[in-house]
Structure formats: C-alpha cells, structure tokens
C-alpha cells in the first residue's frame, strides 16, 4: 500500500509502500500489561472443559512456535479432558498442525477403551500408541509427496512443499488425558515441556503449602537417563556431544515429533532435501534414528484440591517447580474462589504497588538464560493463573525488566525469551 509522498524542508521527496511499519516501543507498566494480555494465540481459550482451566500464551516467536488446546474425548464408558502444549521448533508448521490434529488422532485409541483401575496399562499403551503412529503417519506423508512431484498436476510441488514442511520443523508435546470418571490423570511428554501437580498439605487450596508432585522429566541434553538411552542405542558411534548441554547431533532434546534428519536415512533426507526443500541430511548421522516421538507417560490419582500446572519449556527456563508452587500459592490466597471459574482478561489488580526491585543480568547460567525467577519478586495481579505465572517468569515486581521484556516487538523478542504456553487446571 503506497502512503502519500512526503517532502521534508523542501530538498527531500520519499514515498513507501507500507501500511504496517515495524517499531520498538518503549512500554509504560500499564501498556506492557495491555501487551501482555493481548499476546494470546490460544483462540479456544475460553472453551470450558469441566476442570476449571486458565490458559495463557505469550507469544515471542511470529508466527508462536508454541500451540495449546484443550478438548474432551468421549471413551466407552467414561470421559477423557485433554490439556496439550505443543511447543514447536524450527518453524510453526508442525506444532499448529498438531494443535488441529493431535486430540481426533488420539481419539481413536481412547475412544474404546475403559480402564478399569490405576493399574490397567490400556490407556497407557494407547496413548503411546497413538503418538508413535501419528509421527510416523505424518513422515510417511512426506515420504509419498516425493513420488508426487514434477508431474502434470499444478499443484503438485505445493502439496508436497506443504507435506514436507511440519517433518522438516519439529515439535514437543506435553498431553494430559483426564478420566473423570476414576479421577486419574495420564500426563505424557516428548521434549522439554512439564507438568507438575500441586497437592495441599492440609487439604485447603488457599492457606496451605503445595507438596509439589513432579509429572513429567524434561528430555533433553541435561537428563543423564535419556543422553545414556541414546547412546545405548548407538553404541558404534557417540551422537552425544561432549560439553553441556550434551545435545544429540546438534539438537537440545533427546525426543520430538518431526526432525525428519535425525529419523529418515540419509538416502531419503538427500532426496527430500532435492525434491522438497527439506533440509540438508547432517553428516553424522549415520544410523538414524536418534529422536523417537515414543512418550514417557505417568499416572496419578487426583485427589479434590490438587491444581495441575502445565508449560513449555519458555516459562521453566527461568522457573523452577517449587517457585510455580511458590507464585501458585500467593496467587489462590489474592484470587481463589470456590470452585475456580475461568478468568477474564482484566487489567492487573495492584492496589497502587508498582515498587521496582532492582536486578542484576545473569552470565553464568547453564541454559544461557538472563535472569531467573526470584521469590522476592512475586506478584498476584492477573486473575488468570496462567498469565500470573508468566508474568512471575519475566520480572514480576521487577518492573523494569517486565516492561523491557514487553517492549521488545515479537521475533526480536525469541533472542531474549522464548515462547511460553501455560495451562493451569483445579480439580
């Protein structure tokens, strides 16, 4: 869109062709909490599930790498409620076709299944299988749109550049399947994101201490357990690097759906990279595969009170488990009700603080993080959980970097904190 021309003093004459020009705008505290608030790329947000459920989304990648979604799932003679994060990674394609897909695909190993008691291992095994076959499924697309290319159909190369590109990115996810019926919940995760259960010690969600139930183990480089199954699996060759954070031929995690170099042969990667556009194969990669979208799945009784927190991998850079449980607690003493509805989208509820703590950038962090949460720093302002611990994760009192972190426009603000989704659900 052309925009009139302009003059300047008479001796300069320029005309652009820009409806949108990009800035970086220096935040007020309440402009970074409007920014905050409309930094939501979970459009289902407002769908109820029975669980009282807040979710927030702050999105720093463009387009979000991050998608969540929340569903119901309607078994043989009970009902599952799913709350997944798939945090994707070299691109957006494969974790927003999850975020389509992944509930209907796990529909039709659920839908017929009843588990009898917490030591029934049916639900288990079909929610693995369900993730196995859905990344095979969708590398066996990609793997036909080669013998679709460069034929007389016009639409061939698109449909297979658009085959190829959620196998050419990559993606974690971390799925909770809840069976009201039992009030049992499966937690499974691929990659880095986590889940943790908050359990009052004296019953009562608003004045007691959490005992903090850890649901899920990051897989990734800084996970003994998982960087000596891959090399137990490759014993001829070492994929590991030998330095922190010990990635797997270059990449952080140690399991994803997609990355199709690191599970195709080279032979196929080479193809897909000349008919495709897919990536180059790495070199040293000889005997794939070396991520698999296998999950590890736990199982829990829920008992009434208990508050599930569900995130990426963008909020426990800079949060550990028991500091969620710390801003979790200060948050239900300002905000619980009982039982917890869904939240709106108001403005913070400060009382007139807005005190700025001081701090200091951090260098000597394992995972090249600036800063990390501080309790000293907790705020209970936002009455939607999800965007309370945000909001803890970037600054909290520390209003100078909250504000900073805001300022920056999205994709400049991925060099500074990644995207980060967040589900937090009361039972």
């Known amino acids: 869109m052309a925009v009139e021309p302009q003059t300047f003093a008479g001796r300069a004459t320029w005309q652009h062709f820009y409806d949108h020009e990009p800035s970086f705008d220096v935040l007020s505290l309440e402009e970074a909490d409007r920014k905050l608030i409309e930094s939501n790329d979970a459009k289902d947000d407002h769908m109820k599930i029975g669980t009282p459920t807040h979710t927030k989304v702050l999105a720093t990648s463009q387009p979000c790498e991050d998608t969540v979604v929340k569903g119901r799932i309607e078994g043989a003679n009970c009902t599952y409620e799913v709350l997944a994060i798939f945090d994707g990674h070299a691109g957006w394609a494969l974790s927003w076709k999850m975020r389509k897909e992944m509930i209907p695909w796990l529909a039709k190993y ?24 859905y990344d ?31 196998v050419n990115a990559g993606s974690c996810a971390l799925v909770c399947v809840y069976d009201t019926k039992q009030s049992i919940l499966y937690t499974a995760v691929v990659g880095d994101s986590r889940a943790i259960l908050l359990r009052p010690q004296d019953g009562r ?13 990051d897989q990734n480089g800084y996970n003994a357990a998982e960087t000596e199954r891959v090399r137990s699996e490759h014993q001829e060759e070492d994929p590991i690097e030998d330095k922190k954070p010990y990635r797997t031929l270059g990449i952080m995690v140690t399991r994803a759906f997609g990355d199709h170099r690191y599970k195709l042969s080279q032979e196929l990667v080479k193809s897909m990279e000349k008919k495709l556009k897919g990536f180059a194969p790495i070199e040293k990669a000889l005997t794939p595969p070396y991520l698999k979208a296998e999950p590890e799945v736990s199982v829990t009784k829920i008992q009434k009170g208990d508050i599930l927190v569900m995130a ?16 979790m607690q200060k948050w239900m ?25 001081p701090f200091e950038f951090e260098t000597n962090n394992d995972d090249d993080s600036c800063w990390k949460f501080e309790s000293e720093s907790i705020v209970a302002e936002d009455d939607n959980a999800a965007m309370s611990l945000i909001r803890n994760a970037i600054g909290g009192s520390r209003r100078e970097l909250f504000t900073a972190v805001m300022s920056v426009p999205a994709p400049l603000r991925r060099n500074v904190v990644d995207d980060i989704s967040v589900h937090v659900a009361f039972f």
Not at 312 to 327: F, H, I, K, P, R
């Open 110 to 133: 659920l839908g017929s299944n009843d588990a009898s008691d917490i030591e029934s291992d049916g639900v288990v095994a079909s929610i693995k299988e369900a993730f196995t076959s």
């Open 136 to 166: 095979k499924h969708i590398h066996d697309e990609a793997i036909k749109a080669l013998d679709l290319v460069h034929n007389k159909d016009v639409n061939a190369l698109a449909r297979g550049w658009a085959a190829m590109a959620p």
């Open 205 to 217: 969600r608003q004045n007691s201490p959490y005992l903090v139930n850890t649901l899920s183990v």
């Open 312 to 327: 990426s991998d963008g909020l426990w850079d800079y949060m550990t488990n028991e500091g969620a449980a710390q801003c």
């Open 333 to 357: 003493k300002h905000f619980a009700s009982s039982p917890v509805q869904d939240p709106g989208m108001i403005l913070p509820q400060r009382a007139g603080d807005t005190i700025n703590r």
